[in-house]
C-alpha cells in the first residue's frame, strides 16, 4: 500500500514523511524539483505539480492513500480541486487532507476560504477522507525571532481571544497515524473531522510573556495593529498575500483559534503522549 505525500519538502509534508517512514510505510513523495528534495532513503521520488495533470495521474497511479497538502499560492483552490479529482478518477478512496481550523468562521479570509469549498467538495463527492484543521503552526514563529530578539517586542497582532498554537511534528505524527489507519483499513472509512491544536491558548500578551520568561529579559506585546502588519509582510511576499495574512490576523483578533472541548484529550489520546508546549518550541527556536 503506496502512500502519496504531495508537499514533501515543507515543513508539515517533511514531518509527515518522516513519521511515515519511521512506521515502515511505502512513501511516494510528490515534488517540483528532485534535485533539490533530501528526503529519506527509500522514499520515491516523483516529479510533478499539482496543476500538472499529466504528472498527478503518473504520480497517483498504484497509490492506495493520498496525504493532500498545498501552500498558500494563488491558485490554493483550483490546485486542490484539480488533485482531488484526479484521486477520484484512478481510484484513490483514502485520503488525509490538510485543512485549517474555523475553515467556516474565518470566511472572508481567502485561503480559509479556499479550505472550506474543499471540505464540502470532499462530503459532496463522498471521497473518503481524513480532514485535518490545525490551528496556527508554532513554527511560523521562526519569522519573527529576529524581531522579538533584536527589538524586544512580540510583533504578530494576534489579539485577545487566544491561538492554540500547534507544533508541525504534532501534525505530521497524526497525520501518519490517520494515513496508516486508513491505508490498513479493510474497506474505506467515512470522512472524519480532527482539529489539531495546541495545549495552551495564547493571547499575545501570554506569547510575549513566554518569550520574556524564555530570554530572560522584557519581551512587549504592542497591540494589534493590522495595517502595519499587512504593511510589514509586503516586503516579504505579494501583496495579495500580505492582505491575505491581514485578514486572518482581523479573524485572530475577533474570533481567536480556540479548541473545542476534547480536542485536547483526543490528540492526547491518538499520541500517547503530552502535546508538545509554546513555551518549549520558543526554548528550542532561540537555542
Given amino acids: 500500500m503506496t502512500i502519496l505525500v504531495t ?19 511505502d512513501v511516494r513523495a510528490l515534488v517540483r524539483d528532485p534535485a533539490k528534495a533530501s528526503l529519506p532513503a527509500g522514499v520515491t521520488i516523483v516529479q510533478g505539480d499539482l496543476l500538472d495533470v499529466d504528472s498527478l495521474r503518473a504520480a497517483m497511479s498504484g497509490v492506495s492513500t493520498l496525504f493532500l497538502l498545498n501552500g498558500v499560492v494563488a491558485e490554493e483552490f483550483t490546485q486542490t480541486v484539480i488533485a482531488l479529482n484526479v484521486a477520484r478518477e484512478v481510484g484513490i478512496e483514502r485520503i488525509v487532507y490538510l485543512s485549517v481550523i474555523h475553515s467556516d468562521i474565518y470566511v472572508n479570509v481567502p485561503h480559509f476560504a479556499g479550505k472550506f469549498g474543499v471540505e464540502r467538495m470532499i462530503e459532496a463527492m ?33 489579539g485577545d481571544k ?24 479493510p474497506q474505506p472509512l467515512p470522512t472524519t473531522y480532527i482539529n489539531l491544536v495546541g495545549p495552551d491558548t495564547l493571547t499575545g500578551a501570554a506569547a510575549a510573556a513566554i518569550w ?5 529579559r522584557e519581551i512587549a506585546f504592542p497591540g494589534n495593529d493590522t495595517i502595519g502588519f499587512e504593511q510589514n509582510w509586503r516586503a516579504f511576499m505579494p501583496s495579495w498575500m500580505a492582505y491575505d495574512m491581514r485578514q486572518m490576523a482581523e479573524r485572530f483578533q475577533s474570533d481567536g483559534m480556540i479548541p473545542e472541548a476534547g480536542d485536547v484529550d483526543r490528540l492526547t489520546a491518538l499520541l500517547g503522549r503530552p502535546l508538545r508546549t509554546y513555551r518549549d518550541h520558543i526554548a528550542q527556536i532561540v537555542g
Fill in 7 to 25: 508537499g514533501a519538502t515543507g515543513t508539515i509534508g517533511r514531518n509527515v514523511v518522516d513519521q511515515l517512514v519511521a512506521r515502515g510505510a
Fill in 126 to 158: 463522498d471521497l473518503h477522507a481524513t480532514i485535518l484543521r490545525p490551528a496556527y503552526f508554532m513554527d511560523n514563529e521562526i519569522t519573527v525571532k529576529d524581531v522579538v530578539t533584536g527589538y524586544g517586542i512580540y510583533p504578530m497582532p494576534i
Fill in 162 to 185: 487566544g491561538l492554540a498554537m500547534i507544533d508541525a511534528r504534532d501534525v505530521g505524527e497524526v497525520a501518519a497515524i490517520e494515513l496508516i489507519r486508513r491505508a490498513e483499513a
Fill in 212 to 216: 520574556s520568561d524564555v530570554l530572560g
